[in-house]
């Protein structure tokens, strides 16, 4: 059976640095989670980070502030009065790449707009509120690695692609 892995918050898990969830109440999550698909992770928490932790924002002096060049060693990743969290975000994605190989997940489910979980908006590096276009840390990390992330406003998307996943390995 395909396994999705899926930021934990969005299954009310209460991990996320005000330490809350982003609880998602939606019949795809619930249906994949009683046929024991889901794979519950947190980069964040997985890092060592801790529970409420201060927020944290891609910054960099290029143009390019997502996941990718977190990677690539080109910006790092901040809380607001400084702090260098790159390395707890880096270790997380690697340790979210590992879950996922583990449980043979081919895609993901993961939060919009987080640092590590995002694929296609976040927060600028300012702490202004304001977002850019591009992906977490890990998103970038499993992407590399073939495996396909959606947000938690893709459920529809994710289905299709399971199902696609699922067919092809019939044959
Ligand atoms: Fe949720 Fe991802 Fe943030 Fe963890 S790192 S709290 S799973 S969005």
Known sequence: MEKILVSACLLGTPVRYDGRAKRVDDRLLARWRAEGRLVPFCP???????VPR???EIAG???SRDGASVLD???KVVTESGTDVTEAFVRGAHLALEAARRSGARLAVLKEGSPSCASRR???GTFSGRSTPGQGVTTALLERAGIRVFNED???SAAAYLSE???SSKF
């Open 154 to 156: 893709e459920l529809e």
């Open 61 to 63: 002096s290029g143009p």
């Open 165 to 167: 996943l699922e067919t």
């Open 44 to 50: 964040e928490v997985s890092g060592g980070l801790a």
């Open 122 to 124: 976040v927060y600028d």
């Open 54 to 56: 201060p927020p944290a």
């Open 73 to 75: 060693g080109t910006a």
